[in-house]
């Protein structure tokens, strides 16, 4: 079984300036998530796609060697992900003349995680036979009794959700997907644009290592974690 890492990084953020090169410790954000892949030694090649030299250069340096140079058009603010994953899928397995069975992309953006994490979120794919999988944890508020909305001047419950339920105990579990792991076989990725499949499997992470960049407070954050 061939097992191929993808690590995307953009240049562009609108929430955090160049988050993906922000230091830490001395390092530059993206080398934590390299440095998790190296040393899982689970995959048969990794890559890091990105529209900046700057990244690429980076991810050299730090002991990638696949880089691909992403298109403008997998680039933009509102480009969606899968695309940017499938396009190293096929760009890899053009260069390296092999076929992948398992991609996992790893979020720059989610340093947290543990090398353990990645491992077991592969066994669990494995073990349920899943066509892929998504990282979770879970949901600090109940979106079935917390979740408001501004209507028409006014302030009122999301009435489809909160409808019947008198207290928090009576919602269901809810979890809030983390952004950090993401697993695919490769049929599943070549076929289809959505991580909701039919056996979608999930890997449920504590809190404490699902914290996802975004802004400032996340990094500040997450760098008291690392630190």
């Not at 030299?53 to 340096?61: A, F, G, H, R, V």
């Amino acid at each position: 079984m061939k097992i191929l890492c993808t690590i995307c990084a953009r240049k562009g953020s609108k929430g955090l300036k160049n988050k993906n090169i922000r230091k830490i410790k001395g390092k530059h954000l993206i080398y934590y998530t390299i440095k998790q892949a190296l040393k899982s030694k689970i995959f048969d090649e990794i890559v890091v796609s990105s529209d900046s030299k700057t990244i690429l250069d980076l991810s050299k340096k730090y002991g990638v060697q696949n880089l691909i140079l992403r298109k403008k058009k997998l680039a933009r603010d509102n480009s969606p992900k899968i695309p940017v994953i499938r396009n190293c899928l096929e760009e890899v397995e053009k260069s390296k003349k092999k076929k992948f069975d398992i991609i996992i992309d790893l979020d720059v953006t989610a340093p947290l995680r543990k090398i353990s994490d990645i491992k077991k979120a592969f066994i669990k794919l494995k073990k349920e036979k899943a066509p892929n999988l998504f990282s979770a944890c879970n949901s600090r508020r109940n979106p079935y009794f917390n979740a408001v909305e501004w209507k028409n001047g006014k302030i009122k419950p999301v009435i489809n959700l909160m409808k019947k339920l008198t207290s928090r105990q009576q919602a269901p579990n809810v979890f809030d997907m983390n952004a950090s792991i993401y697993i695919w076989t490769r049929k599943a990725l070549l076929n289809f644009n959505t991580v909701f499949l039919n056996k979608t499997a999930m890997y449920i992470m504590p809190e404490k290592r699902s914290i996802d960049i975004d802004n400032e407070f996340d990094f500040k954050v997450v760098s008291k974690f690392l630190k």
